[in-house]
């Protein structure tokens, strides 16, 4: 039934029922708190009243009367309209001798088989009498009987009166509650549907725009700021996918263009053997340039869009570093590169295998690629209280000191790397740096121009 309800009417529907059935409940105590006060009140009005003759007639040092003078004179006795009181009086013989005016033509019998002073109902001139009776006795002697009633008339009167004033008031508070509720919840929800409006204007080209925040900090707000957050995040990451595919085809566009162009040259004319030989070569260190893009670029985005489960183990830092040299022995002799090295003792470490044979791969690849040849690289191996350092220096190109916070920063190339005209894509470190704060380690850099450059692993391990 609620499906095809609106929100703010489901709202203000939920918020009425719920207050009809506190209303009812409240109307129903009241009704009864009225109705027990009432009958409470005439119950100690008859109480009051027969008490008082009986005392009466008792007191009285000669039993001469039954009634004080000037006791019919009261109101409540010869009225019928304002509370009234009604008295009949019976001699011992149960004779009529005395009764209050109002009863007229009437008089309340004496009920048998009703205790003394009890309070009973009967029905009386068409409206019900609380009856209460008893014996007057004067010096232990039983010298007559009294009746008492009073009206209810009045009183049934008022609560009826009360009864229907509550059935009017229950529709029309209601009617109000629904109102009042439906456009508290209609201002309250006015944040959701400038949420709603704000989301329809956002598209793939328009993610920038985001959501006014509302100016209570509830949980409209608190939906605000995540929906914001997600969109932030949505941003970025398409940024990310847009900038993936920017930079892979700039990237890529070289190499293919190179080899596209070589195997143009050599299909035009009849070429030598040498001449064959060296268009291919050259070809194919293309084509190895090619795969390594396409390595990094698929190794990249699956750091930054979804890492790589880290299946650690214990290694030793040695084992790791021997194998990238001999990884990389061919590049060293091709530079005439004299490679220097000084490993002390360290403790295993539990590391991701497959990350530190990357991050040193890389490390050891551009320091081959920025040194001059003939240079020297030297790498070294410690331990520095409760952490292993790798140091991997050389004597290069260098970078300057302002450039030095970007170096790490994907893409970035160096401006004295670009003069020198070095082949690259600005790649390697940038994953070998967040490798690095994957596995738990971090990379320290330090250089000069012209001096040559220093990259520190620090690896921190638990005694």
């Known amino acids: 039934m609620f499906k095809k309800i609106s929100i703010k009417n489901r709202i203000a529907l939920l918020y009425s029922i719920s207050f009809s059935g506190l209303m009812l409940l409240i109307f129903s105590v009241l009704y009864a ?24 007639v008792k007191k009285q040092p000669v039993f001469t009367r039954y009634i004080e003078e ?71 002697i039983t010298v007559g009987y009294i009746v008492i009633g009073v009206s209810m008339k009045n009183q049934q009167m008022v609560l009826t009166y009360l009864q229907l004033a509550l059935w009017l008031i229950f529709p029309l508070s209601l009617g ?36 006014e925040l509302p100016s209570h900090e509830d949980e409209l707000h608190t939906l605000t700021v995540t929906i914001n ?82 299946k650690k183990s214990n290694l030793h830092p040695e084992w790791l570093i021997r194998q990238s040299v001999e990884r990389y022995q061919v590049f060293l002799k091709e530079k005439q590169i004299q490679l220097s090295e000084d490993y002390q003792p360290v403790p295993t470490i539990y590391r991701c295998q497959e990350y530190l044979e990357i991050i040193m791969d890389n490390l050891l690849s551009n320091a081959i690629k920025f040194v ?18 790798m140091t991997i220096t050389d004597n290069g190109i260098g970078i300057s000191p302002e450039e030095l916070h970007y170096i790490t920063n994907r893409y970035y190339r160096a401006e004295n790397v670009k003069t020198n005209n070095i082949k690259g894509s600005g790649l390697g470190l940038h994953i070998a740096y967040k490798l690095a704060q994957l596995d738990g380690n971090r990379l320290e850099i330090e250089s000069l121009p012209g001096k040559g450059t220093e990259v520190r692993l620090i690896m921190p391990f638990e005694n």
Request: charged share 25%; no cysteine; aromatic share 8%.
């Open 229 to 310: 957050s997600l969109l932030d995040r949505l941003e970025f990451q398409l940024q990310k996918a847009r900038q993936f595919s920017a930079d892979a085809s700039h990237e890529l566009r070289t190499p293919l263009a190179v080899i596209k162009g070589t195997l143009e040259i050599l299909i035009r004319k009849q070429r030598t053997i040498e001449e064959y030989e060296n268009k291919i070569g050259y070809t194919l260190k293309q084509a190895d340039r090619l795969s390594q893009l396409v390595e990094q670029f698929l190794l990249l985005a699956r750091i930054e869009n979804d890492p790589m489960e880290i």
């Open 33 to 56: 708190v009225v109705s027990l006060s009432i009958s409470a009140s005439v119950r100690n009005i008859l109480k009051e009243e027969i008490q008082h003759h009986v005392n009466y």
């Open 372 to 389: 001059n040849p003939k240079g020297i690289i030297r790498i070294a191996l410690q331990k520095e209280e409760n952490q292993i350092v």
């Open 176 to 211: 109000i509650i629904f109102l009042t509720a439906r456009f508290i919840a209609s201002k309250s929800i006015a944040p959701v549907f400038t949420i709603i409006s704000t989301a329809r204007t956002i598209t793939e080209n328009h993610l920038s725009q985001r959501i």
């Open 70 to 140: 000037g006791e019919w004179n009261e109101i409540e006795h010869a009225d019928l309209e304002l509370n009234p009181v009604f008295i009949s009086i019976y001699n011992k013989d149960f004779q009529l001798v005395e009764q209050s005016p109002n009863l007229k033509e009437h008089h309340l019998k004496w009920q048998d088989g009703q205790p003394e002073f009890s309070i009973f109902s009967v029905p009386f001139n068409g409206s019900d009498l609380l009856i209460s009776q008893a014996v007057l006795v004067h010096n232990h």
